[in-house]
């Protein structure tokens, strides 16, 4: 009898630790989906890019026409990937550039030695030195 509770006890042991595997495979799945769902990324049609106003604070700089710059902006901004809300119509900095994509407006701009692209009323992104070094070669 002692012999059957045993294996019984055994069992229940094993079936325990298989849940909890499950369970485990189950909310890590779930944190995975709910990660790269939250994730905000920048939505424009890169083949209707014809071309891209550049200002600095109120003044136009110039027009991009060059399929070639325009490629590499937009394969830059494509890349982001940002879980930071942006609340405001444009960065309160003395010093920032303005992108103007169809209809979409691009801020570039240097805060505390960080380097951010950021979309009024929908995303920051926190961009690397070479990427935004890349950006000002190509606006200014």
């Known amino acids: 009898r002692r012999l059957r509770v045993g294996k019984f ?27 790269s769902t939250s994730t905000r990324k920048i939505n424009f049609n890169p083949e209707k890019i014809a071309r ?8 136009k700089i110039k027009d991009i026409n060059s399929p070639n710059k325009i490629d590499d902006i937009v394969k830059i901004l494509k890349q982001l990937r940002s879980r930071t809300e942006s609340v405001n ?3 309160n900095l003395e010093k920032y550039y303005l ?14 030695k960080k380097y951010y692209v950021e979309v009024p009323y929908n995303a920051i992104y926190l ?9 000002l070669e190509i606006v200014k």
């Open 89 to 91: 119509d444009f960065p």
């Open 127 to 135: 961009i690397n030195k070479s990427q935004y070094n890349k950006l």
């Open 99 to 112: 992108l103007k994509i169809e209809e979409l407006n691009v801020y570039i701009y240097e805060n505390d």
């Open 9 to 35: 006890m055994n069992f229940i042991r094993i079936i325990q630790s298989k849940f909890l595997i499950l369970i485990t495979l189950i909310l890590a799945i779930l944190g995975f989906f709910l990660y």
């Open 52 to 59: 891209i106003e550049v200002f600095s604070k109120e003044r």
